[in-house]
């Protein structure tokens, strides 16, 4: 899976306020720019609460968890390195942009997780079914086949029951063989069972001539 990285941006606040009254809980800071908000918490003895958090994210404020509960700076130098550097004690308690790319890319490693599943099990379909004796039986052309060609390649058939044909592409013939894919019960490596009926319309649809 490719990875997804964006691009990182300097945002300069037009404003700045301490304690601003906007929601029931003070911020601590609330930096501006234009019209969008970022509050900023500063936790120096307890962390922000699951309460606050959640009202914050109910009212779409995006907002910063500045953690000095254990490391806290001894200076005002040392505390606008924090706020405006790169630390670790800062992290975002609200991001809407962050929390949507986070399941787009869930949703993206849940695909590729199923793309895996998918594959491995027609993995293990194809070595029960080059165990069975479908398999043992399209290895060589049997005496009452009939073979066809098609405008890409070559196949066989076989009636293997009173409405049932069996069709083994041997060479290329891609359409059809993409059309069995889908439609058909697999019984072998490029060996399908249809009806009657799905075999002639396959012959039409993809110009199948016997040989």
Same mark, same amino acid.
């Given at each position: 899976?490719?990875?997804?990285?964006?691009?990182?941006?300097?945002?300069?606040?037009?404003?700045?306020? &301490?304690?601003?009254?906007?929601?029931?809980? %003070?911020?601590?800071?609330?930096?501006?720019?234009?019209?969008?908000?970022?509050?900023?918490?500063?936790?120096?003895?307890?962390?922000?609460?699951?309460?606050?958090?959640?009202? &914050?994210?109910?009212?779409?404020?995006?907002?910063?968890?500045?953690?000095?509960? %254990?490391?806290?700076?001894?200076?005002?130098?040392?505390?606008?390195?924090?706020?405006?550097?790169?630390?670790?004690?800062?992290?975002?308690?609200?991001?809407?942009?962050?929390?949507?790319? !986070?399941?787009?890319?869930?949703?993206?490693?849940?695909?590729?997780?199923?793309?895996?599943?998918?594959?491995?099990?027609?993995?293990?379909?194809?070595?029960?079914?080059?165990?069975?004796?479908?398999?043992?039986?399209? !290895?060589?052309?049997?005496?009452?086949?009939?073979?066809?060609?098609?405008?890409?390649?070559?196949?066989?058939? %076989?009636?293997?029951?009173?409405?049932?044909?069996?069709?083994?592409?041997?060479?290329?013939?891609?359409?059809?063989?993409?059309?069995?894919?889908?439609?058909?019960?697999?019984?072998?490596?490029?060996?399908?069972?249809?009806?009657?009926?799905?075999?002639?319309?396959?012959? !039409?649809?993809?110009?199948?001539?016997?040989?």
């Amino acid at each position: 899976m490719q990875e997804t990285k964006s691009a990182a941006a300097i945002v300069r606040p037009d404003s700045v306020g &301490l304690e601003n009254i906007l929601v029931k809980h %003070r911020p601590d800071i609330v930096l501006g720019v234009g019209e969008r908000r970022l509050l900023v918490e500063i936790a120096v003895r307890n962390k922000v609460s699951s309460e606050k958090r959640a009202q &914050l994210t109910a009212r779409g404020y995006a907002a910063v968890e500045i953690d000095l509960t %254990r490391d806290r700076p001894e200076t005002v130098g040392d505390l606008a390195a924090i706020l405006f550097g790169d630390d670790s004690r800062k992290q975002w308690l609200v991001n809407g942009k962050l929390d949507l790319e !986070r399941e787009r890319l869930e949703q993206e490693c849940e695909t590729a997780f199923q793309e895996q599943v998918r594959e491995y099990a027609e993995r293990e379909e194809a070595k029960r079914a080059g165990r069975s004796p479908v398999a043992q039986l399209v !290895r060589t052309v049997p005496a009452d086949a009939t073979r066809f060609k098609t405008p890409d390649g070559s196949l066989w058939i %076989r009636f293997v029951a009173s409405n049932e044909v069996l069709i083994v592409v041997e060479d290329g013939a891609r359409g059809i063989l993409g059309e069995l894919r889908i439609i058909a019960t697999m019984r072998a490596d490029n060996a399908f069972q249809v009806s009657k009926s799905t075999w002639i319309r396959l012959q !039409r649809t993809y110009g199948a001539t016997p040989i």
